[in-house]
Structure formats: C-alpha cells, structure tokens
C-alpha cells in the first residue's frame, strides 16, 4: 500500500492527522504519543475496517502488526503510562521554552517536576513514596543528572533574588528557613 492509500484511509477514521514532529524538535516522542492517545478511537476503527482489510494486501505482515498494536489494550496503557510520568517534564519543558523571562523559576519547578513524575511512578506501581522503585530511581538518576550538567551560577542568582524567596513573611513560614541582616 502507497502512502497516499493510507493517507486516506486515516483521515475517513480520525478528526485529526498525525503530526510530522521533526527529530530535532524537543519531545518529539511525547508530542506523537499524546497525538496517537488523541485518535485511538479512530485509529481503532481504521484497523478493523473493511478498507483496512482491502488496502493491507500490499504489506500483509506489516498490517497485522500495526493492528495488533491498536487493537491491544495493554499497548494503550503503557502509552497512557509513559505519557503520565513524562507529562511534568514536558510541561516543564513547554513553560521554558517560550520568550517569556522565568530563569527564576527554574529551581521550584525543576524541584515539583521531579516530585510529580515520583508521584505518577509511585501511584502505577501502587506504592508508598516511602518505598523504593527501581524504575524512579532511575528516572530520578537521569533528571538529576540533566539538572546537574544544566545548573549554572545564574540559575541559583536568579532564583536566589526572586522576590518570594526574599520575602520576610516567606522566610518565617518555616523555621528552617532563615537569613542574616
């Protein structure tokens, strides 16, 4: 089957197209996934369609395969997985990555980024945060690491003169916190 044949195909089951996501582009896989997750139903109804069947006659084994994969359940959740505990990072991401100035605040997300991809591991693999998992310590040993190879002198200035962190009513919230005169 040509491209153009399953071009039309897709677009007689689904509202939306896949995008095309540069490599280059940050998340590229993220944006697909959350792309794929968006028209699943459709894609559901392409696979077990009668134009799916007539137009897989060029690449059967190939076919079957990427039915196998819509049709099955638990492929749909690992993807609902990866999109849940990868969702901090790439909203983390997407705030960044805009002309709007928020050097200041690269700490206290970087901080709650971390937490919540531990708290969507955690609530998968049905434990207590007080627990060890073996996967979040490896998902937390690569974000640690990129924060570590990213930290610069300016980030900590920067998040350092931030107003709310300078505050006398923030600094006396909690008696950890302190500052000299």
């Not at 490599?23 to 028209?39: G, H, P, W």
């Not at 690491?145 to 919230?173: F, G, I, V």
Request: charged fraction near 25%; hydrophobic fraction near 40%.
């Amino acid at each position: 089957m040509n491209h153009n044949m399953r071009f039309s195909v897709l677009i007689k089951f689904t509202p939306l197209r896949l995008l095309s996501v540069s490599d280059t582009r940050f998340s590229s896989i993220i944006v697909m996934l959350k792309r794929l997750k968006l028209i699943k139903r459709g894609l559901q109804t392409m696979v077990i369609s009668e134009e799916w069947s007539s137009y897989r006659l060029a690449d059967i084994k190939k076919a079957n395969s990427v039915k196998e994969y819509i049709l099955n359940d638990r492929w749909w959740d690992k993807v609902a997985y990866i999109l849940s505990f990868t969702g901090p990072i790439y909203d983390k991401i997407r705030v960044f990555d805009t002309e709007t100035p928020c050097l200041q605040l690269v700490y206290a997300m970087y901080d709650s980024m971390i937490e919540n991809v531990k708290i969507e591991i955690y609530k998968k693999e049905k434990r207590s945060t007080s627990q060890i998992s073996c996967f979040y310590d490896i998902v937390n040993c690569i974000l640690v690491d990129q924060w570590a190879k990213n930290n610069t002198p300016l980030h900590c200035l920067a998040h350092s003169l931030h107003p709310r962190y300078c505050s006398d009513a923030w600094l006396l919230e909690d008696s950890t916190r302190w500052f000299s005169t």
